[in-house]
């Protein structure tokens, strides 16, 4: 059975349910080892500025990569991640992933900056590994009206540059 199944809106399965299982697919989805770079937490006011640099950067990177989502070239998002991600998945998989999570969304009418954190301890990330949660309120046009959604994109620092290692777009909740 493949999550288009559980997307889809003949499905037996309740809506929240199905947005369940979309979670936890995606949480699946970035399986396989960890990128290893082991650094120290900067404590210093350096380490503050190098910090804000990275989330700086990785907001970018961020931005730039969501703009595959939204033009539907959802094959490219998997070829500009980082190989974290494709490790755990193939690019024809991760389309028809993310073209079923957007299957109900028409456009994107609005995204804006919730927050944005660096991390040296991200579950899916070896300790030490630098990584940046950049998360955005976005609304999309559905066929009940505007919604709103919480797209979570988890970046990070490896050898070539950062890229990103998860992911996920949830409904809010009203």
């Known amino acids: ?6 997307m889809n809106a003949a499905s037996p399965f309740p809506k929240k349910a199905r947005w369940a299982l979309l979670v936890i697919a995606a949480a699946v989805l970035v399986t396989g080892a960890a990128p ?8 210093t006011e350096s380490g503050a500025s190098s910090q804000n640099a990275m989330v700086k950067r990785a907001k970018a ?3 730039r990569w969501l703009g595959f989502i939204d033009r539907g070239e959802y094959e490219a998002s ?34 804006t900056l919730v927050a944005a954190r660096h991390t040296t301890t991200h579950p899916e990330l070896r300790e030490g590994s630098d990584a940046v949660v950049v998360q955005y309120r976005s609304t999309y046009e559905t066929s009940r009206g ?7 994109v988890t970046v990070y620092k490896g050898r070539e540059g950062w890229g990103v290692v998860k992911y996920l777009i949830r409904p809010e909740q009203q």
Not at 1 to 6: D, K, P, S, Y
Not at 146 to 152: D, F, G, I, K, P
């Open 78 to 111: 998997w070829t500009e991640a980082s190989d974290y991600l494709q490790s755990g998945t193939t690019a024809e998989q991760w389309a028809a992933r993310v073209r079923g999570a957007h299957a109900s969304l028409d456009s994107l009418h609005d995204r």
């Open 61 to 63: 990177e961020a931005k």
């Open 1 to 6: 059975m493949n999550l288009a199944f559980f």
């Open 36 to 43: 290893t770079r082991a650094q120290s937490p900067d404590t």
């Open 146 to 152: 505007v919604r709103s959604w919480l797209e979570t």
